[in-house]
């Protein structure tokens, strides 16, 4: 039986290094468009290293749970995707409109 909850990364506070590990809550039912993966592996994106730095350019609404950069497992038949189908989330627009994902914002 899955626990009620699960390790995760936080962004907790607009400072420098205000970042810990903490345990969050599971996220419940999935409804519409929402996906649950089982993680396998995450990357560490530019705009992270922003926010752990408190030099970001954009408004974050805390706390925030990083690590946005994922690959995993598809667990649940959902869609037109085969159970268990590996899954990679590619940097999202905005890492890439704002150079984070390339290190040079
Ligand atoms: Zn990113």
């Known amino acids: 039986m899955p626990t009620a909850s699960m390790a995760a990364v936080v962004h907790y506070a607009l400072e420098k290094y205000a970042v810990e590990l903490r345990e969050v809550p599971r996220p419940g039912d999935l409804v519409d468009d929402d996906v649950l993966l089982?993680?396998?592996?995450?990357?560490?994106?530019?705009?992270?290293?922003?926010?752990?730095?408190?030099?970001?350019?954009?408004?974050?609404?805390?706390?925030?749970?990083?690590?946005?950069?994922?690959?995993?497992?598809?667990?649940?038949?959902?869609?037109s995707f085969a159970a268990s189908a590996p899954i990679a989330g590619p940097a999202s627009t905005t890492c890439v409109r704002s150079g984070a994902a390339s290190g040079t914002a």
Request: hydrophobic residues 30%; aromatic residues 8%.
């Open 38 to 79: 089982s993680t396998r592996a995450v990357g560490v994106c530019g705009s992270e290293i922003h926010q752990y730095h408190n030099t970001q350019s954009w408004p974050v609404n805390l706390p925030v749970i990083l690590g946005h950069e994922v690959s995993g497992l598809y667990p649940k038949r959902r869609h």
